[in-house]
Structure formats: C-alpha cells, structure tokens
C-alpha cells in the first residue's frame, strides 16, 4: 500500500497563560492547504486520516471535501509537543530563540516530551493504519515531528527529529504485507510555488 503522509499548513501563532495550544490555520496555511489538496486531488485515495489535532483537521478538510471521502482522527499521530501552551512557528522560533530551536531539534524540546514514547506512538498507530488498508493508498494529514519519527524508522536511525518538513510538504511511503517499508519521496513541495 500506498502511505502519504502530509504536514499540516501554517497555524497561527499562540501563547496562552495556561492550557494546550492548539491554534487554527493562518490565511497562509489555509492557501497552502488549498494548494495541497488540489495537487493530490487526482490521485486514487481510499482513506483520509487526520491528527486530532486542529492544524492538521484543517489542513485534511479541503482535500476530504474534493475526495468526498471521511476524515478519521487518530489521536496516536499528534505532535510530540501536543501539551504545551504555546505554538511558535519553527520558523519564528529558529530567529527568535535559536537555542530553544536546537533543543527541539535534538530530541530536547521539553522535560514533558519522551521521544521514544512518542516513537511507539507515531508507529503504532501508522502500523494499524496500514494494516487497515492493505493494497490502498492513504492520505495522513499530520505534523513535522510524526513525519520524522516514521521517516527515520524506516530508514532504520531510531528515534531522531533529523529533517524539517516544509508546510504541507507530501512524504511518499510504500508500505509492504512482508514488512518491508520504502520511502519514495520526502518534502515535495511543487504545489507552494505560487505562493
């Protein structure tokens, strides 16, 4: 089977005094997820799933809606920073605290945050997902450490955040009854080049 994952677009920014941060799309993130949707449109998908998360529920919505297809939420494929009270984009925090940045980047990001949990998570629950559609394709709208968590397990690295997935970049995996799992491409990206 055919596993695609994609990260969600960008949200907006958001710092709360207490509670989980879960921000909605900006105006930017919903271009590109209007972007993404049509590039994958005419593809042949037989599932759409979702974290439960509200970037990646927004990013999944356009394309489930030129599919006609139901988005399933799956909360096993939330991101490793999923109780935090704040969403910095990566992009803002690698300018505003470079330190911060760093930490994310090797597996440090929080005292909250175990990353081989969080690696037995992602697994598991993309295992059940392909399990659940063999000989298919899929569609994963997800977050950037999900998608390095199963990129580096299929490549055989453990648990490692070892590349930056763009906004709503496509990740291509081909996904074996055997066992074997391939990766067919990371980060594509043709569909952001007019915005």
């Not at 089977?1 to 941060?21: F, S």
């Not at 998908?45 to 399933?72: F, G, H, W």
């Not at 000989?135 to 990129?151: A, K, P």
């Amino acid at each position: 089977m055919e596993l695609i994952l994609v990260r969600h677009g960008l949200p907006e920014r958001q710092e709360l005094e207490e509670g989980r941060a879960d921000p909605p799309l900006s105006e930017t993130g919903n271009r590109q997820a209007l972007a993404v949707a049509h590039w994958l449109a005419p593809e042949s998908v037989d599932a759409v799933y979702s974290s439960t998360m509200l970037r990646a529920c927004q990013t999944a919505q356009p394309y489930a809606a030129l599919k006609n297809l139901e988005i399933t939420e799956r909360e096993g494929i939330v991101e490793f920073d999923r109780h935090s009270s704040s969403y910095i984009p990566v992009e803002e925090l690698k300018k505003e605290d470079p330190e911060a940045w760093r930490a994310m980047a090797e597996g440090g990001y929080s005292e909250e945050v175990d990353l081989h949990e969080f690696h037995a998570s992602v697994v598991n629950t993309l295992e059940q997902i392909i399990a659940a559609h063999s000989s298919q394709t899929v569609v994963v709208f997800c977050h950037g450490g999900v998608i390095n968590i199963w990129t580096a397990h299929v490549l055989g690295l453990g648990p490692s955040l070892f590349f930056e997935p763009k906004y709503t970049c496509v990740n291509r995996y081909l996904c074996a009854r055997t066992g074997q799992r391939n990766v067919v491409s990371l980060n594509e990206t043709a569909h952001l080049r007019d915005l």
